[in-house]
């Protein structure tokens, strides 16, 4: 597992993420995801809220990508994670404990994201590399 920096998390805390699965056929699926956030150094987490083509996605073995990016610094990341999908327990009480806090429905599902890689996104030629390439994560 990759380790999320503060940069990162300050980021991933002030910008909305954007996560995509891809389905069986190999369609992506992508979106925003507001609830999306940082679970601990190594994990981030979003509440399932629509149980629709995501959740699907996920249930058939995709994997997930995370990307978030501040437009004004020309930068970013994109992290790959293998997800985890929890419908009680400490993710899912987790989640129903921020959409209280934030004024959303309960959730159906919580879903930890298990990072796996994390790449720059940084406009520049450090874009698309690994962070363990450039000394970081």
């Known amino acids: 597992m990759k380790t999320l920096t503060d940069a990162m998390k300050d980021m991933l805390a002030t910008q909305t993420p954007i996560q995509a699965t891809v389905t069986e056929?190999?369609?992506?699926?992508?979106?925003?995801?507001?609830?999306?956030?940082?679970?601990?150094?190594?994990?981030?987490?979003?509440?399932?809220?629509?149980?629709g083509q995501t959740l699907a996605?996920?249930?058939n073995g995709s994997r997930?990508?995370?990307?978030v990016i501040d437009g004004e610094k020309l930068d970013g990341y994109?992290?790959?994670g293998t997800?985890?999908?929890?419908?009680?327990?400490?993710?899912?009480?987790?989640?129903?404990?921020?959409a209280g806090k934030n004024g959303m429905k309960t959730p159906k599902f919580a879903i930890l994201v298990h990072i796996d890689e994390i790449f720059s996104l940084r406009s520049g030629p450090d874009a698309g590399k690994k962070m363990d390439e450039l000394g970081a994560a």
Do not use: C, M, Q, W
């Not at 997930?64 to 990307?67: E, K, L, M, R, Y």
């Not at 997800?83 to 921020?98: Q, R, Y």
């Open 83 to 98: 997800p985890e999908i929890f419908d009680k327990g400490a993710p899912f009480d987790n989640a129903v404990e921020f």
């Open 64 to 67: 997930i990508a995370v990307a």
């Open 78 to 80: 994109r992290f790959l």
């Open 25 to 51: 056929g190999g369609i992506p699926n992508l979106g925003p995801k507001r609830s999306l956030r940082v679970y601990d150094d190594h994990t981030l987490i979003f509440n399932e809220n629509t149980g």
């Open 57 to 59: 996605n996920l249930r």
